[in-house]
Nanobody, 127 residues
């Protein structure tokens, strides 16, 4: 099975930056698209960003487009989420997810496309 571990969360000031990491282990050859989702307090989990197996294709939710960047390092079996210009509303638990499906803009934004999830890492943005 695939196992995902997130790291890099913490406290940041509004306007600041954080970089989240997600490292995969196990049957990594079964992973195609990967993505990041967030869940704020009292809210449902929401799509943030996704990336293809090659790293050549990406997709972003509108609220983070232009501020966040998803990337992939296949040699390290790791994806990253570079979070710049952080806002208070970015405060949430961020989850990494892996999909057995090849990347598509629409499908990779849906929770149902992913079959493996990390434990989540807390991001807190303060004023």
């Amino acid at each position: 099975q695939v196992h995902l571990v997130e790291s890099g969360g913490g406290l940041a000031q509004a306007g600041g930056s954080l970089r989240l990491s997600c490292t995969a282990s196990g049957r990594t050859g079964d992973i195609y698209a990967m993505g990041w989702f967030s869940q704020g307090p009292g809210k449902e989990r929401e799509f943030v960003a996704s990336i293809s197996r090659s790293g050549q294709s990406t997709n972003y939710a509108d609220p983070v487009r232009g501020r966040f960047t998803i990337s992939r390092d296949s040699a390290k079996n790791t994806i990253y989420l570079q979070m710049n210009s952080l806002k208070l509303e970015d405060t949430a638990v961020y989850y990494c997810a892996a999909s057995p499906l090849t990347f598509s803009t629409i499908i990779s934004s849906r929770e149902t496309a992913y079959n493996t999830w990390g434990q989540g890492t807390q991001v807190t943005v303060s004023s």
